[in-house]
């Protein structure tokens, strides 16, 4: 089901006009939700379906420049293409959750953790693929945040920038 705070319809003509999905034309006044002296946040669809029936949930810290142009590119694609919003939203989630070598890492310790175990999957790469039904994603900041243009990530490797 779509988030019942869902801003994919306010974004849904934007993403539709962009031309290249690149930082340049995503961290934009046009997708800017919130800014101050040091942190920027932008909308970005992943985050807005909620899968009610799964039975694992992970919780992220923040999207991240993969996800987030994953997501935008999935959008792009979907609209014109899917039936409704929600299935667009759900292929942006499918597509975009913890991707690059972020989900690689998560999916080796789930299976070191022996979570595939208590599911019955062989692994928890099928909590990705084709079980993607049994997980549902999300980030304490809903969307990518930036602190002064870099992502969180680099900087939370960094304890000493994070004084503000």
Known sequence: MLHPNSLFQKYKGKIADLGVINKESIQTEQFLLYHDSKIQIYYAPHNEYINEKASVFII???????QTQIAFQTAKNGIGTCNTD?????KCKVESRFA????????????DLNLQEYLGLKSCLELFDKN???LHTTSLIKYPCFYK???IMVILQRWDLLIF
Not at 60 to 66: F, K, L, N, Q, V
Not at 100 to 111: A, C, E, P, Q, V
């Open 149 to 151: 243009g870099k992502t």
């Open 132 to 134: 993607k039904s049994l």
């Open 86 to 90: 929600e299935e667009i939203c759900f």
């Open 60 to 66: 992220g810290i923040t999207p991240g420049w993969s």
């Open 100 to 111: 690059g070598t972020m989900r690689k890492n998560l999916i080796s310790m789930l299976d």
